[in-house]
């Protein structure tokens, strides 16, 4: 979240480990030759296996990190830094006062997708709007992790006529061509008709 050198802290747990112990039997036969012979430590190692419960202290290394500033940029930036995609989609295109149209933006590629929390989308005044639901999709794949980020709004229509849902754009940081990218989806048109109520 910040430029410069960072430094990640070591990893600190404590941990209780079964340690496997040989439980030493001592053996009497009254007899001091044969008791030296028999609880000679050779016979000893043979003897039952216990279990004794040690307490450890595990401590990692600690990490640098150098970590690089954006470039400057006048565009409106979202915060996203990878590689992206984005689309929309909107239905019914047409309907009545009152009924619910559904709009649809999903990001995906490869990168910081996961601290994309909004769009810079407009809605015209004629309707009303609610905050957006928002659907993760992370995929494994052997080039690393792709990820998509649904933004799903729905929009109730108060008054009749024809309405244009602006293009949205998302700006984000290329990683690999070292540069910002502006991507835009197309504008949609509702056709509002006037409905009962």
């Known amino acids: 979240q910040q430029a410069g050198n960072l430094t990640i802290a070591p990893l600190d747990i404590d ?3 079964q340690v496997p112990t040989r439980v030493q039997r001592r053996t009497s036969t009254g007899d001091p ?3 030296s012979f028999f609880n000679d430590p050779f016979f000893q190692s043979i003897g039952q296996i216990g279990y004794e419960r040690v307490k450890k202290n595990l401590k990692s290394n600690k ?5 690089n500033a954006l470039p400057a940029t006048n565009s409106n930036f979202s915060g996203a830094v990878g590689n992206f995609q984005i ?6 295109l047409k309907c009545k006062t009152n009924e619910a149209i559904t709009l649809k933006y999903t990001i995906s590629g490869s990168g910081n ?4 929390d909004k769009i810079n989308l407009k809605i015209p005044n004629e309707f009303e709007s609610y905050d957006p639901t928002i659907d993760d999709q992370i995929n494994k794949t052997q080039g690393g ?3 998509k980020r649904t933004f799903e709004y729905i929009l ?6 024809e309405f244009k849902i602006p293009k949205v754009e998302f700006t984000y940081f290329d990683i690999k ?3 910002y990218k502006t991507l835009s989806t197309q504008e949609f048109v509702l056709n509002i008709a006037k409905g009962k109520d």
């Open 63 to 67: 990490i640098s990190v150098n970590v």
């Open 156 to 161: 109730i229509p108060r008054v009749q006529g």
């Open 177 to 179: 061509n070292k540069q």
């Open 87 to 92: 689309t929309a989609s909107a239905t019914p």
């Open 33 to 35: 030759f044969f008791d």
């Open 145 to 147: 992790f792709t990820e």
């Open 15 to 17: 941990v209780v480990a």
């Open 113 to 116: 997708l996961s601290l994309i």
